[in-house]
């Protein structure tokens, strides 16, 4: 072939390898640094270190200088393009090529060696900075990506600076693609106006730029209109592709309330999709079509007669009402006090104003009984209710005299007398007192493990009489009667193999004491035991007691019985965490007697004791007992309104036989005659004529029974 025929073909071969070329860089370039032999990654291709030169995979790059003894494959890592490498300052410093038409490209370089990190990385494209850093053991690759300018028709990689033993593993470059401009939003008002029922207000939201594709726009809506309650639209708005804006509707909401007009102010949110441009807010109003209407009449209450007596007297009340006669108005009532409705007196929970009256008399009528209970209050109050307002004066009291003597008070003299032995010896149980009779429940008897055992003393016939197990032996449970009914929240429970126990439980289970059966209610909201248990108004109460840690607890739950599915509400925090205390209900108030923080040797007894209104949802300290005392729970009882507690322990495993008594009228102790032996933790009630006093500890389960009658 001639010199000129030679030439000819090498023109073309460097023509069709710059064509080539100029169409590849349309694509993503992966060049792997690794030595001959070694495997190239899918996708990649590779560079052995040779000279800078054409090759055969299309493409024109290498190194300045034959590099082939610099590539090392390590056979370390997985991944192979993080496995080979190419020294770049072995033996001199040297530079990579690639030839690339000019113009601006995202370049990628990964410098490292996963078998060694003594290097100093400082690698430039173009003599941008692109991969800088020193590499640990922990982090032995350094890695960076820039945008970088071509302008000579090659793209050269370098080091620079204090870079030391360079190594790059491979690099990607790719076409940098200027993105397109971010579209400006507006919004503009077409319709400001809307009224009611069912108008529509108009909105348009517009864009400028490019309308290839969809635009979603978020919207934001404030003002006195609610979303929702005064109108419907849409939180986003796509604008179609092809589209440069699209309309929103406001659609407003018929009501029957008199609002007056409403604004809608209507914003564009932010978001990455688009600029805001100068107008991304609006405002619509809705004009209001609802007139007010009359004002409710206001109704008051007022006594024309404050005292009644026993027998068969009226208390005389008036209900009074402003405003338009023109219709007869029903008002709702509700009664108070200490007195008893249905027992005490009898009066209508409604009272009717008739037509063309503005005020009518309802009476009060007490009920004769032989029960000596002191005067007694009757408090009446209008309930609320949307035919009617309340004035200031809503409410109004009359006291019932009363015309019975008082039955003479027992001195402080009790004659305790041997009863019927427990048929079994234990300790902590529950007890509850149900028409005369004393419910025993669990304990522990014979190990520290609860028993499910229930027993019923009969004072009648001084006799046992052994009832249905429990569901799961339960001791240190909170206990108050409902009804018939006894209710045990929280404690200790068998965990079911003979030898431990749990440590506070949410468990709530009832005894229905007329046909000896069991049931659940529902859970406490947490884990509590040795907590204390009372029902004032068909609420129940649960309050204080410990968790499973052993730590005292101070919260306080309430349940209403007529609407368990609601579940436990929590109400004003027990003053202080505590457990192994009494409780006790006098006139609907609750009362925690004494009681311990922490437990056995550690022990802190304290003769704090606290009442609670559940009127007013408040805690208040009251006298204390004359010194601290626990293990209370089973031994607290009312009598006449008294509340006495019975043996206890004064300190760890120190128990007493003290019997003391507590008048909330007039917040004293006193202390009656002890019983037999010193006990804690025995069941003890208040039989109707007669103390009954049982099992305990006193340094071990003890089963003597002792019934105390005041002489």
């Not at 009757?378 to 200031?392: D, G, K, M, N, R």
């Not at 506070?504 to 248990?533: C, E, F, H, M």
Request: charged share 20%.
């Amino acid at each position: 072939m001639s010199r000129n025929s030679a030439s000819t073909v090498h023109q073309i071969s460097r023509a069709v390898v710059d064509a080539l070329e100029s169409r590849q860089m349309l694509a993503t370039y992966n060049i792997n640094f690794q030595p001959l032999g070694a495997q190239t990654p899918v996708g990649w291709k590779n560079d052995v270190g040779s000279k800078y030169e054409i090759r055969g995979n299309g493409l024109t790059y290498g190194w300045n200088v034959d590099n082939k003894a610099g590539a090392r494959e390590r056979n370390k890592h997985s991944d192979q393009r993080y496995d080979t490498f190419n020294h770049m300052q072995l033996g001199s410093n040297k530079t990579w090529n690639i030839k690339l038409p000019n113009g601006q490209y995202n370049v990628k370089i990964v410098a490292g060696d996963q078998s060694a990190w003594d290097s100093v990385y400082r690698i430039k494209a173009e003599g941008t900075m692109v991969a800088s850093g020193t590499p640990t053991s922990a982090k032995r690759f350094i890695e960076g990506t820039k945008r970088i300018t071509v302008g000579d028709g090659k793209l050269t990689i370098a080091t620079s600076g204090d870079a030391r033993n360079s190594k790059i593993a491979f690099i990607e470059i790719s076409n940098y693609v200027e993105p397109e401009p971010t579209p400006i939003v507006l919004l503009s008002v077409i319709d400001s106006q809307v009224g009611e029922p069912n108008s529509h207000g108009l909105i348009r939201i517009s864009r400028t730029g490019s309308t290839t594709s969809a635009l979603i726009v978020q919207l934001g809506y404030t003002g006195a209109a609610t979303k929702g309650e005064d109108f419907n639209a849409l939180s986003t708005v796509t604008i179609p592709a092809g589209q440069s804006s699209i309309d929103l509707d406001l659609t407003t909401i018929d009501d029957d309330d008199v609002e007056g007009d409403e604004s809608i102010n209507i914003t564009i949110q932010p978001s990455p999709d688009y600029a805001f441009g100068p107008t991304i807010t609006g405002s619509v109003t809705i004009l209001e079509n609802d007139v007010e209407p009359e004002p409710l009449p206001e109704v008051s209450l007022s006594v024309i007669d404050d005292q009644l007596g026993e027998p068969t007297s009226d208390g005389l009340m008036r209900i009074s009402r402003t405003g338009s006669t023109s219709a007869a108005l029903v008002v709702e009532l509700a009664f108070t006090g200490t007195a008893t409705r249905g027992s005490d007196y009898n009066a209508s929970l409604t009272v009717t104003i008739p037509e063309g009256e503005s005020s009518v008399d309802f009476q009060i009528e007490t009920i004769d009984d032989t029960e000596y209970e002191e005067n007694e209050t009757v408090i009446a109050a209008i309930q609320s209710s949307s035919t009617y307002e309340l004035a200031s004066a809503f409410s109004g009291s009359v006291t019932i005299v009363e015309n019975d003597e008082p039955d003479p008070e027992p001195e402080g003299e009790l004659a305790w007398t041997t009863g019927k032995v427990s048929p079994v010896a234990r300790v902590e149980p529950e007890s509850a007192v149900v028409n005369g009779k004393l419910y025993v429940f669990s304990g522990y008897s014979g190990s520290w493990v609860p028993s499910k055992r229930v027993d019923v003393y009969n004072p009648s016939n001084n006799s046992w009489t052994r009832l249905a197990d429990m569901p799961l032996g339960t001791t240190h449970a909170a206990t108050t009667v409902v009804g018939n009914k006894i209710w045990f929240a929280g404690g200790y429970t068998d965990r079911g193999d003979g030898v431990n126990q749990d440590i506070a439980v949410t468990q709530v289970i009832i005894y229905d004491t007329s046909n000896d059966t069991w049931s659940t209610g529902p859970s406490l909201p947490q884990k509590r035991g040795s907590g204390g248990l009372a029902e004032v108004d068909g609420i129940l109460y649960f309050f204080s007691g410990e968790r499973t840690n052993r730590s005292n607890a101070t919260d306080m739950w309430a349940l209403d019985l007529n609407n368990q599915s609601a579940g436990w509400v929590t109400k004003a925090s027990h003053p202080f965490g505590m457990t192994h205390f009494g409780t006790a209900v006098v006139d609907g108030i609750i009362y925690s007697i004494g009681g311990q923080t922490n437990v056995d040797a550690n022990a802190v007894f304290y003769k704090n004791c606290y009442k609670y209104d559940p009127g007013t949802n408040t805690w208040t300290r009251i006298a204390d007992l004359p010194y601290g005392r626990s293990h209370l729970s089973p031994a607290t009882t009312v009598r006449n309104g008294k509340i006495v507690i019975a043996g206890g322990e004064r300190a760890f495993n120190v128990e007493v036989s003290d019997v003391s008594e507590y008048d909330p009228a007039t917040n004293t102790w006193r202390e009656l005659t002890q019983v037999p032996q010193a006990r804690a933790a025995a069941a003890f009630g208040w039989l109707g004529d007669r103390f009954v006093f049982t099992c305990g500890k006193k340094g071990g389960w003890q089963e003597e029974t002792w019934v105390g009658q005041f002489v």
